[in-house]
């Protein structure tokens, strides 16, 4: 993106952008969190705009609506915080229920005025987003495709959307790290096995729950030791670091699924799995004590053995997911298991099922670690895992 951001120090300069998302559940109202977690200097956001989304850039004429923050047109965030946005009426929302709601998306335009600085992102969004050139201005009202040009397959600033639900809807997080994020599902594909539990969901449940994608690609349970903007890291903060963001100050959360550890016991990571063990302890309770009534579930870890990636696939670190898969199953700490080892493994190998390995969103031959659309097609179906809320 060296044409739309040609500095990493300088990131955006006044320029729009316009974030494409798929809400899991729709509502009359919703409101946008932006945020400035991740940098270094203070940000100003105005020209806000979110409508329904048509294709490419382009917003279904009529649909576009202004997005205020306590009734003004702008905000700015300082480094390391983030800022909810008023409520917005999503007056072509004429009934939340409707079944050609499902699958439809959202467009969030917003203009930083002047330059970001290192910009807080999520790098593999697998979803196409568009940016205009720098020194363009204001756009975000223009509803047509032609002012952005450019296209990413990232999101930038947008962290969260939120919509205004009747009592009895909930929210599950899928909390971990790219297996959760989808790396090797399809772009544009919706069909990372969050994105498929939320399909299956909806059908026995309507417009009732909406699964909330909180992975985040190399992420870690208890690394690294320190993240900050003068040492970042490429998997974000930890689990542990990053809890409060992205899972407990989320609305309606009854049910946590948690998949992560594999990265802990790579070459980068290696850490000891008594080390995860106690972080997974910690955050869990964590959990509990701030959300009443919720029920936290635990993944077990796919196999990585054999893969291509050189920071995976050693027998050591299969040792250690196999302690770790046993501690989830056993210790009593999480409130069920979703068991994704167990449809993954080949039992005769002990590396991932062949069927799941070769790259069936680009061709090539996968890398034995992440799983490929019929991988996460299977994580997502699995029988056993019940979420739903107590």
């Known amino acids: 993106m060296r044409l739309a951001f040609p500095s990493g120090e300088t990131g955006a300069r006044d320029q729009s952008f316009r974030m494409i ?6 509502g009359r109202e919703a409101r946008l969190r932006f945020s400035n977690v991740l940098g270094a200097r203070p940000v100003t956001f105005d020209g806000v ?8 850039s382009a917003i279904v004429p009529g649909t576009n609506r202004r997005v205020t923050f306590a009734g003004k047109a702008s905000v700015r965030i300082p480094p390391g915080e983030s800022a909810w946005s008023d409520a917005v009426a999503l007056s072509f929302v004429r009934n939340a229920a409707a079944s050609e709601l499902a699958g439809r998306k959202l467009a969030v335009s917003f203009h930083i005025a002047g330059e970001s600085g290192p910009m807080t992102w999520h790098a593999k969004a697998l979803q196409t987003s568009y940016v205009t050139m720098p020194g363009a201005g204001s756009k975000g009202h223009d509803e047509s495709e032609s002012v952005f040009p450019l296209s990413t ?3 930038y600033f947008l962290d969260a959307l939120d919509m205004k639900v009747p009592a009895g809807a909930y929210a599950v997080v899928a909390f971990g790290d790219s297996i959760t994020d989808g790396t090797l599902s399809t772009l544009n594909g919706d ?19 909406s699964v909330v994608n909180a992975g985040i690609g190399g992420n870690q349970v208890v690394g690294p030791g320190e993240y900050s903007t003068q040492k970042p890291f490429p998997g974000g903060p930890s689990a542990m670091a990053r809890l409060e963001r992205d899972v407990l100050s989320l609305s309606g959360v009854a049910t946590v699924i948690w998949l992560e550890g594999i990265n802990d016991f790579s070459k980068n990571g290696n850490a000891t799995v008594e080390a995860v063990q106690a972080g997974m ?26 893969a291509t990636n050189a920071n995976h696939g050693f027998p050591e670190q299969d040792e250690k997911r196999k302690a770790l898969n046993e501690f989830i199953r056993t210790s009593g700490v999480f409130d069920g298991v979703a068991d994704f080892d167990k449809v993954i493994v080949d039992p005769t190998t002990g590396a991932m099922k062949t069927e799941f390995v070769h790259n069936t969103t680009t061709g090539g031959d996968g ?11 299977v994580m997502g179906r699995w029988p056993p895992m019940r979420v739903e809320a107590s």
């Open 21 to 26: 998302v798929k809400p899991e559940i729709w």
């Open 49 to 56: 705009f979110v409508g329904l989304h048509q294709t490419s």
């Open 153 to 155: 397959a990232s999101w």
């Open 191 to 209: 069909d990372r096995w969050p994105d498929v539990l939320a399909r299956r969901l909806r059908a026995v449940h309507g417009n009732r729950v």
């Open 281 to 306: 302890r910690e955050t869990v309770g964590r959990i509990r004590s701030r959300v009443p009534g919720v029920r936290v579930i635990g993944a077990t870890l796919p196999p990585a053995l054999g």
């Open 367 to 377: 890398d034995k670690l992440h799983p490929n659309r019929l991988g996460y097609i």
